[in-house]
């Protein structure tokens, strides 16, 4: 999906990790499945529950084991993306809350929160774009900074899973859909798939990329933090083997020098200590560590814990209004502000409607509770099950 400017616009695809030796080009996701640009990690397809958390990204411009570039972004729980969005041939990372993406050059709003997102070059003019995948419609861009669609595409069934890259090497990205481990790559928006491969296993990591520089994207797969990369759209052995990372870091590609071959980076949570007790433990459970205040209302009047989406931990006060609070109570507030750690990570904002009931509601929903906490309706119900199954229901 990446796109590079300099003699012919060398296009790169964001990537999602292939099997073992054996390439199939196929993909499949569960409807309303988002996906951090063009990585295909089947673990992470839900967002919310398994979602990529963090917010440093160790950028490689090699195949050692070693990173180059260390880049900040966002928040802890932002979705975030890759791509060259101001045609200087050069992959970032970028980020989006909910309908907003910050892409450097601009903060574009677009489309609707439980769209995925693809970016590519769709036109050839080496600058990547914005598409949306909305059932089996994808609704695309040409033009940065847009909030309007100038295309809309039928494409594949509701719940594949697409991938974007420029298969034949003509600098405009297209589509491949990934159904098991079967990929139907496409050279052109509309017509049938013209390439059918088989691809390693249904639950390997696939990432899209140009791996040699000759202009055209293949694929490669990730097991722990092995990397198997072809460069040809066919099945057979890897013609290169990397190691890169931790088994915990969520992988990203992308062409970061300019060189006009992509390589890897990772998104690397911040650290968890090992938990110590049960509110520890149902942090870490989401990516969150615990600290704990002596005093009352740390986060606001009669506040007994506080979540920060630019934070990687939750606060929990061991007090209220002067007096020790007890262990089930502090591991409720653990649970509730658990709750509004998903509730961000769904919607990519915490101005909701009932946005306490509802973070109850989830907290009752992840913790197995046979009753609902005070205050909470059967409609704050439904909305925490839809946030748990990995979209926002407003």
Known sequence: MKHHAAPRPVRTSLGAALATLAVVLTLAAPAGAFRGGDVDDPARRNPVTNGETGKTYLLNNGWDTAHDTTAVVGNHYDRTYTGDFDGDGRDTVVYRRGTTYALGRCTQTYGRVNDETLVGDWDGDGTDTLALHRGNTILLTNTAC??????????????????????????????????????????????????????????????????????????????????????????????????????????????????????????????????????EQIAARYGMSVRYAAADNLCGSGKVGCFGPALPYIWVSMTNKGEPRTAARIESTAWHESGHSLQYKACGTMKLP?????????????????????????????????????????
């Open 146 to 279: 847009s909030s309007r669609a100038e295309r809309t595409l039928t494409y594949g069934r509701p719940g594949d899973v697409v991938l974007v890259g420029d298969w034949d090497g003509d600098g405009k990205d297209t589509f491949a859909v990934r159904r098991g481990n079967t990929l139907y790559i496409k050279n052109r928006l509309t017509g049938a798939p013209e390439i059918t491969l088989t691809y390693g296993r249904t639950g390997d990591t696939l990432l899209v990329g140009d791996w040699n520089g000759d202009g055209k994207d293949t694929f490669a797969i990730r097991r722990g933090t092995t990397y198997y990369l072809r460069n040809t759209l066919s099945t057979g052995p890897a013609h290169h083997t990397a190691t890169y990372g931790r088994s915990t870091d969520a992988v990203v590609v992308g062409d970061w020098d300019g060189d006009h071959k992509d390589t890897l980076g990772v998104r690397r949570r911040d650290p968890v200590p090992t938990p110590r007790n049960r509110p």
């Open 354 to 394: 009932r946005v306490e009931q509802v973070a109850d509601a989830i907290a009752d929903r992840i913790r197995g509770a046979r009753t609902r906490s005070v205050g909470v309706t059967a409609d704050d119900q439904r909305k925490a099950a839809t946030i748990v199954a990995g979209q926002c229901p407003y």
